[in-house]
């Protein structure tokens, strides 16, 4: 199975690499529908399937909705099941993605991130997935090509953790990562059928096996102490899913010597730096370049589910400023991350350090390296602490 | 194998929560047990699972894990029935199982004529190895008794005080137009059931996508009689308000009743029809549609032979 899969040094956009992660995760069922910009995930993976460069059952289905109606019945029978989608694609999906996060069933979905209209946009920023975050749906956010490979591996690795049994969502940033390629190493087939082994069968959640003799009712109603129960065992699926994620990242390390430390985030600076810059996706490399040699130490968050409130405190350590780069706006007026990091900030005593939160990117507005120092200039030349969200180019 | 050679199993848990003088309760106690006895080619098959989008049979198949009738039974959204009983299809082929299991899908008129029609379009197109079953009885009954597309047009229902203003939906045609191998209408009832046990044995019997249009009298809805069922399935096909037809391959073929007789026999029974019964002209206009599907249907069978 999968051995004329390519493996090695190559140069692969983030689609391409998220497709040769599924690939890599030798699934039963993968479900294509097209929409920009993951389109290539699901092109690629239909050639893939179609030349039989992996044995992978692919479908092209009807909608998005299809897609997830797909994976919760290859799921429910045992299967490895996913598909990639954005936006619109992921909006579709919504009442089946529920489903399957309250059914425990591990799937994944890949979102390449491209703003949820309207206006209709096909441009990247974050609105579409984080829309989700109220999901027991763990969120994966890739600021790399090889990060975005990787992950997909990760996010089986964590569905189909017996103490977890949930969807996961993958997320990479549209063309910022999805169309920008990158060197990249494909690992082995043999090497990932060791951080991932074959899918355990989970007679919880699934359809007895041919031999068996027991009958189940799946999802059929239930009394409220039931109810009860299992909303308290989502609620321990995601605690268990945050506790998995070091072990991930050690199994990962041994298997691969890839560094990802504990998983959770993507740090680098100064680690006694007074300003701590914090933001998701596929700007954290240009955040970081921007401030390479400046007193800033950046935070890149890998896992926005579940929210990482207790590395993040040990990431600020002693900062007493924290800029927050949003791609993504609430009712409220925050960015979500800021949102976040506000609710969390009393319980995770983030020291008093003022939270000063930045949104943009919206409509195809790009950042540049410029942006983020203009940003710092402005910060610190006023006094805090600021309650205000600034706008990316007001700013400037 | 005749129907008298199938005992019925006991499929149907007496906790069932369906109402009484349910048609469709009757049709899947037949149905489970003439899939579980061996099919004509010799072939034996477990139900892998009867997967049950949003319908009455939601709250009324079981309760706290256990299936009342008799089978495994995932329960889905309105809307995904289909295409979760193609991802589980998908499975037993992959397992090497698909000779020996079947999954069916088991679906409401509002599930597969309305909310649930593309991803069935798309199940169906995809030839998924499915039997998925309309159990049409021409209303969304669990939600009490709101216009589908099925409802015919001119019955009252709570959504439709007055009857009805738009045709029914075509899914004979719909199905036929998505080039399935097999479709068949049946009807539950005495003058009906060997049609019905030689339909549902061909059905269960091939893999691929298999359509079986299933009319249920439902008692509430329809505002009859609870212990007319059996009558009003068997007068449904003597009026041809519902014709037995059975496509296979593109090939349709019509069961002619017997005895036929006037529309009014069906509608007098039932009362979202009254306000037909009592206009000889919404009675003469509602027979000549029935007369004009017959005949299109006579015209059908010729030209696909």
């Not at chain 1, 690499?17 to 294509?32: I, Q």
């Not at chain 2, 009026?239 to 026999?265: Q, S």
């Not at chain 2, 037909?276 to 000549?288: M, N, R, T, Y």
Request: charge should be neutral; hydrophobic fraction near 40%; charged fraction near 20%.
């Amino acid at each position: 199975m999968n051995s004329k899969l390519a493996c090695g040094k190559t140069i692969l956009t983030g689609n391409k690499a998220a497709a040769y992660g599924f690939a890599l995760a030798e699934l039963d069922v993968f479900g294509g529908y097209p929409i920009t910009p993951s389109t290539e995930i699901t092109e690629e993976m239909a050639t893939l399937a179609s030349r039989k460069i992996i044995s992978t059952t692919y479908r092209n289905t009807d909608s998005e909705l299809a897609s997830m109606a797909l994976g919760i019945g290859v799921a429910t029978a045992g299967g490895r099941y996913g598909t990639a989608t954005s936006s619109q694609g992921l909006a579709l999906m919504f009442e089946l993605l529920h489903w399957a996060t309250t059914a425990e069933l591990p799937l994944v979905v890949v979102n390449t991130n491209r703003s949820l209209g309207a206006p209709w946009s096909i441009h990247p920023d974050q609105t579409d997935s984080l829309l989700f975050r109220d999901l027991f749906m763990p969120q994966i956010y890739c600021a790399s090509v090889q990060e975005t490979l990787d992950m997909v591996l990760w996010a089986y690795r964590m569905a189909e953790d017996p103490r977890v049994n949930l969807p996961v969502l993958v997320c990479l940033d549209g063309f910022m990562l999805s169309h920008t390629a990158e060197t990249v190493i494909i690992p082995t087939q043999e090497s990932v059928r060791k951080f991932l082994p074959e899918k355990r069968f989970c007679k919880d959640f699934m359809l007895p096996e041919f031999d068996d003799k027991k009958i189940v009712n799946l999802q059929c109603p239930y009394n409220w102490k039931e109810h009860s129960r299992r909303k308290r065992a989502l609620v321990l699926a995601m605690q268990s899913a945050y506790s998995a994620i070091p072990e991930i990242a050690g199994d990962w390390f041994n298997i691969f010597r890839g560094n990802y430390d504990n998983g959770f985030l993507r740090i680098s600076g100064d680690p006694n730096a007074k300003i701590a810059a914090i933001s998701m996706g596929a700007i954290v490399g240009t955040i970081e370049e921007a401030f390479a040699d400046k007193p800033v130490k950046v935070i890149g968050i890998r896992f926005f589910r579940p929210f990482p409130a207790k590395e993040l405190r040990n990431a600020i350590g002693n900062a007493s400023k924290i800029i927050v780069i949003d791609r993504s706006i609430l009712p409220n007026g925050h960015g979500v991350i800021a949102d976040e990091l506000r609710l969390a900030g009393g319980a995770c005593g983030y020291n008093g350090a003022d939270i000063h939160s930045f949104v943009g990117g919206f409509g195809g507005q790009n950042f540049s390296e410029e942006n983020f120092l203009n940003m710092l200039s402005a910060i610190l030349s006023e006094i805090g602490p600021f309650k205000k969200t600034y706008w990316m180019g007001d700013a400037q | 194998m005749k129907p008298k050679d199938i005992a019925i199993q006991p499929f149907l848990d007496s906790r069932h929560g369906l109402c009484p003088g349910c048609g469709s309760a009757i049709a899947m106690a037949h149905i489970q047990s003439i899939v579980s006895q061996p099919l004509p080619s010799g072939k034996i098959k477990k139900i892998r699972s009867m997967v049950i989008p949003a319908s009455c049979w939601s709250i009324g198949s079981g309760f706290d894990g256990v299936s009342f009738v008799g089978t495994n039974l995932t329960n889905t959204p309105f809307i995904a029935g289909a295409t979760v009983g193609e991802g589980i299809g998908i499975m037993s082929q992959r397992q090497g199982l698909a000779e020996k299991e079947i999954t069916i899908v088991w679906a409401g008129d509002g599930a597969s004529f309305d909310i649930g029609l593309g991803l069935l379009s798309g199940a169906a197109i995809r030839n998924a190895d499915i039997l998925y079953v309309i159990n049409d009885n021409q209303t969304y009954g669990n939600t009490g008794a709101q216009e589908s597309g099925a409802t015919p047009e001119g019955a009252k229902t709570q959504t439709s005080p007055l009857g009805k203003e738009i045709a029914q939906k075509d899914i004979l045609e719909i199905m036929m137009a998505h080039k399935i191998p097999y479709y068949a209408s049946i009807v539950l009832s005495v003058t009906t059931l060997d049609d019905f046990y030689a339909k549902v044995r061909r059905a269960a019997d091939q893999s691929g996508f298999r359509c079986l249009h299933l009319l249920s009298v439902c008692p509430p809805g329809w505002k009859c009689d609870a212990a007319k069922t059996p009558d009003l399935a068997e007068l449904a096909v003597q009026t041809r308000a519902f014709p037995l037809v059975e496509v296979i391959d593109g090939r349709l073929c019509l069961t002619k009743p017997k005895r036929e007789k006037p529309i009014e026999e069906f509608l007098k029974h039932q009362k979202r029809f009254d306000a037909i019964i009592d206009s000889p002209e919404a009675l003469h206009k509602f027979q000549k549609q029935i007369d004009n599907n017959w005949n299109y249907l006579l015209r059908l069978e010729e030209i696909t032979k």
